[in-house]
């Protein structure tokens, strides 16, 4: 085993082969070995072996060569071979970094730190943060030796609104923000040290947004929309509805004065069979890709919209079909807002007629009972004067 920090041009170890005739011996490293290039042999017949060049625990923790030993003064030259084996010791010489580590590139394996984001709200106070992505932790960049970290805020602690466990990382909302309006945001960097060695350490970046409370969810006001594209030589076309009008799928969140949440993105989730063939614009437009489509094809997609700020997720599907060159859009259809519509509309009409009839009943009901009233009088009248009349 061999230190990583070794110097370059120390003695790593030494080799030695024995000739029961007492011959002199030279050593050599086979250069076809893979890691033959690490060592060399500083006097021929020493048999020790240098350091040529410098050792990487993170790139290489073990290296192998293959040494042999030949006869200098015999006519035969008889040689023999021995593998040799070399395991690197991890050494302090990295610096913790904060996870999920990105490299910079593949030949250049160096982190990258993260930018951790969440969100609270004007209310919410006393709460654990949970992070994207998360949570916020660091380790050692020397694998081998995993040396404890210490965490704490450098800096953006707002009158001490952050609390963070040195220990895991974990942070905690103590105070409640007053106003987003004057604070939207509050951004904190993080460092990470190791605790026997405090200069190697690391700084990320947290961002903690103050959003509106989130009351009401996104909802789209219908569950199905259907469109209409008309195969065209062109790339791209707009996916129109009945009537020929542009095919608008947005939503509405009544957490919003007009209804329009402005955090809110648009996505499409779309079978294999349609992949790549439509794009949603974030104003709720969908463009199909015309030149790739065929007359009479039926494609139903899903519309995803997400709420950025409260992770919110609903969705609809797209019924499209696709016309033939020269084919019109269809003027319309009962669609099932209009459905509801006329329902009501039925109901409202039924009510007032059966008002109407009910009083038409009431008036004739009545003039019946005047008339009814009005025949027995006349008939009590008579009555009475043939009475009269038989008397006199």
């Not at 160096?110 to 994207?132: A, G, M």
């Not at 459905?339 to 059966?354: H, M, P, Q, W």
């Not at 009233?373 to 009475?387: T, V």
Request: glycine share 4%; with cysteine.
């Amino acid at each position: 085993m061999f230190l990583q920090l070794a110097a370059v041009n120390t003695v790593v170890f030494t080799v030695k082969a024995m000739d029961a005739d007492g011959d002199m011996l030279r050593y050599t490293i086979d250069p076809a070995t893979l890691d033959s290039s690490y060592f060399r042999i500083d006097q021929s017949n020493s048999g020790n072996v240098v350091l040529d060049k410098p050792l990487d625990y993170e790139t290489k923790t073990n290296l192998k060569m293959l040494i042999w030993a030949m006869e200098t003064n015999t006519a035969e030259r008889f040689s023999t071979s021995t593998e040799v084996i070399v395991s690197v010791q991890d050494g302090d010489d990295q610096y913790p970094h904060f996870l999920p580590c990105v490299p910079l590139s593949l030949e250049l394996p160096v982190c990258t730190n993260p930018s951790y984001s969440t969100n609270v709200t004007e209310k919410q106070k006393n709460l654990v943060l949970k992070f994207s992505p998360g949570p916020v932790k660091a380790e050692d960049g020397d694998r081998g030796l995993d040396t404890p970290l210490k965490y704490s805020i450098l800096s953006g602690n707002d009158w001490d609104r952050f609390v963070i466990n040195s220990s895991t990382g974990q942070i905690t909302l103590t105070k409640a923000a007053e106003d987003r309006r004057q604070t939207p945001f509050f951004r904190l960097n993080i460092m990470a040290s190791q605790l026997d060695d405090p200069i190697k350490y690391s700084i990320a970046s947290v961002l903690v947004r103050v959003v509106a409370e989130n009351m009401y969810p996104p909802v789209f006001n219908q569950s199905t929309y259907k469109g209409f594209v008309v195969q065209s030589s062109s790339p791209a076309a707009i996916v129109s509805t009945y009537g020929n009008q542009v095919l608008l799928i947005q939503v509405s969140d009544l957490d919003f004065p007009d209804g329009r949440n402005p955090n809110v993105q648009y996505s499409l989730y779309s079978p294999s069979v349609t992949e790549g063939l439509y794009h949603i614009t974030q104003g709720g437009v969908l463009i199909a890709k015309t030149d790739r489509l065929y007359a009479f094809d039926r494609h139903i997609i899903q519309v995803i919209a997400r709420d950025e700020e409260s992770g919110e997720e609903v969705s609809a599907s797209v019924d499209i079909e696709v016309l033939q060159r020269g084919q019109a859009t269809p003027r319309g259809t009962l669609t099932e807002e209009q459905f509801v519509r006329d329902i009501e509309t039925g109901v409202i009409s039924a009510a007032i007629l059966l008002l109407l009839l009910t009083a038409a009943l009431f008036l004739l009901l009545r003039m019946l009972r005047r008339k009814h009233n009005r025949q027995k009088l006349e008939r009590e009248a008579k009555d009475e004067r043939q009475h009269i009349e038989v008397l006199n």
